[in-house]
């Protein structure tokens, strides 16, 4: 029977610890084993209550079964720990209890949920002490003081190859670390079936596309690998409340969420204001799905994606040469039939949305007309020559 009781809270917290992952729901058990541990400590207490002295005994080991574990006092040796992007309170109670920050994770949720300034703490990396009480670990992560500030924003649009320019200018490491840490995709926390096509093409594994824009704070000990993961894990957490790929799969026909995120990046290139960023995914998807006479894209931007992947200066539309639009040998053609190999930059949120659910609209056409990045959308070349003709009217062509 004591054996059963030896079973204490703390304990069990270490045995169900990484259980519940993010997007999967919590498991079904029943509260079968609850109800047993109840009867066992009612039993115990009958049992104790014969023994004379010994149930003094008895009766602090089930006082501390009943109390939530916690530390006293303001911890011990230093220690670093690092909240990701999206995590919750209880992820943080989790982070801080395998750093033995905490005794329990209910010592910081219960703390937590005393104090609504709670609400306040930011995603980053904290300098922090071991064996602190939950209120104690909890106030230490409100002062300003113990945050470690070192981020880095990554706007949107980047490519793969510019992040890692990014990254390693702030962080000094060689950009060649972030290029071998991006080779295996899968590795870094990108699903397999993120992969997959449904028109008929062999797919392409890159971490282009996987690399979410936003502000990261990069921990003291970071590494190329690290850094990436956390990227890609982001992007998994925003798309995943987006619901982004069950919908695409639902709602566009047939195409893949990979297909769709490749239009993102297409449309986080060629869109010049928010508002047309769903109207350039239709076109895209017109173009490479529709009735368009060559099935091909005919966007400048993939040619020059094709030019900064070789290692080549991007040029404007004017400035590229008949050879280098028509180069059939360019994987990312103007003129290649059907959708690209993969995306061409790390789209944001807004992209994601205008490629998951585009505007109905049989455009084929569209250009910028005016200084603040706004487009005009065409049905038929002749209505697109007569856009054109109002983009050379405000020099913007």
Known sequence: MMDELDLGFDERERGDKGKHRRGRKRDGRSGGGRGKTIFALLLALVLLGGIGGGAFYGFDRIQNFLTTPDYDGAGTEEVTVQIPQGAFLADMAVVLYEADVVK????????????????????????????????NALAA????????????????????????????????????????????????????????????????????????PDTYEIPPDATAETILKQMVDHFLTVTGQMEFADRVE???????????????????????????????????????????????????????????????????????????????????????????????????????EGAMDPPKGNWFYFVAVDKEGNSEFAETYEQHEKNKAKAREAGII
Not at 115 to 130: A, D, E, V, W
Request: glycine share 8%.
């Open 104 to 135: 329990s994770t209910k010592a910081f949720t219960n703390a937590a949920n005393d104090n609504s300034r709670s609400r306040n703490i930011q995603p980053g990396t904290y300098k922090l002490r071991k064996q602190m009480s939950g209120e």
């Open 250 to 352: 639902k709602e566009r026909g047939g195409i893949s969420p990979y297909e769709a995120l490749i239009v993102a990046s297409l449309a986080q290139a060629e869109a010049g204001t928010k508002k047309d960023l769903g109207k350039v995914a239709r076109v895209a998807y017109n173009r490479a799905y529709g009735e368009f006479p060559c099935n091909c894209l005919e966007m400048d931007v993939t040619v020059n994606y094709y030019l900064e992947m070789t290692g080549q200066k991007t040029k404007t539309s004017a400035e590229m040469t008949r050879d280098e639009l028509l180069d059939t040998k360019n994987p990312y053609s103007r003129k290649l039939r059907g959708m690209i190999p993969t995306p061409i930059n790390n789209p944001g949120k807004d992209a994601l």
């Open 141 to 212: 992560m409100l002062d300003p003081a113990n945050r470690i500030v070192n981020g880095i924003t990554i706007p949107e649009g980047r490519s793969a190859t510019s992040i890692f320019k990014l990254l390693s200018k702030h962080t000094d490491i060689p950009v060649k670390q972030f290029e071998t840490a991006a080779k295996n995709p899968e590795k870094l926390g990108v699903p397999d079936w993120w992969f997959k096509r449904t028109d008929g093409k062999k797919s392409k594994k890159s971490i282009e596309g996987f690399l979410f």
